[in-house]
């Protein structure tokens, strides 16, 4: 089984409104998005959004002359530490959580924990403009990323020999497999073995959620630790060239 991690995020940019205009303070996305898409990002969100800034996420938006990728736009007010116009006492500033397009369900699944996360962290962190500094810019820019790095449960339906992928497939690595054996009435479920406690708990539940809706709490769920256990189920049912 694949340990590897992938995030759908593959950075962020941050905004804020100087007297001068809006200004890209930081761009980890740099290698995908250029400074000049960062900064016409900036203007095309903060021309959106106007003055209706209220903590809250906007998009899924594209990102200018990059078709490639997508973004969710946080807008939060930040107080102005030094300002010639009295209007900017409080600047507008803006996260943007950049992703690949072609993940966009995966992205859009995670809106709800990223403007969960976003809008309790803010404003402790980032209160006035000289809050921006490397440090805790970079601590959001993993967070973030780190919020959808949990790849999508790979679910498989197996009966008389066949294995068909049961749900959404996504050609992504993941970290934790079901298969449904509808013979045996059992849904094996193999982690990987650097999954997070907290990380088992949401795939307990997805699982549950599973058991009820599609089987009517008729299967047993089994889960393998064993790492022998794992790879001898991997080749029985086949997925070890899946994988």
Do not use: W
């Amino acid at each position: 089984m694949s340990t590897k991690t992938e995030s759908p995020v593959i950075g962020i940019t941050i905004s804020i409104f100087t007297d001068a205009g809006p200004q890209v303070i930081f761009n980890s996305a740099e290698k995908h998005v250029s400074e000049d898409q960062a900064f016409n990002l900036s203007i095309r969100i903060m021309t959106l959004i106007g003055e209706e800034i209220s903590g809250d996420i906007y998009g899924p938006l594209p990102v200018p002359s990059n078709e490639e990728y997508l973004c969710l736009a946080y807008a939060f007010f930040v107080k102005s530490t030094f300002t010639t116009d009295p209007r900017l006492n409080n600047r507008p500033s803006v996260i943007c959580v950049i992703f690949q397009r072609q993940l966009k369900r995966i992205v859009s699944h995670a809106q709800g924990l990223i403007l969960s996360y976003l809008s309790n962290v803010t404003p402790d962190i980032f209160q006035t403009e000289d809050d921006f500094i490397p440090e805790k810019i970079k601590e959001i820019d993993t967070r973030l990323t780190a919020l959808i790095s949990t790849n999508p449960i790979r679910i498989y339906r197996v009966s008389k020999d066949k294995l068909i992928e049961h749900i959404d497939p996504v050609m992504i690595p993941s970290d934790a497999y079901v298969v449904a054996d509808l013979e045996k009435k059992t849904l094996f479920v193999l982690y990987d073995q650097h999954l997070s406690p907290v990380r088992k708990r949401n795939v307990s539940i997805m699982i549950d959620s599973l058991n009820e809706k599609e089987y009517r709490r008729g299967f047993n769920k089994r889960i393998i630790d064993s790492e022998e256990e794992k790879e001898q189920l991997l080749n029985f049912f086949g997925l070890k060239t899946k994988i």
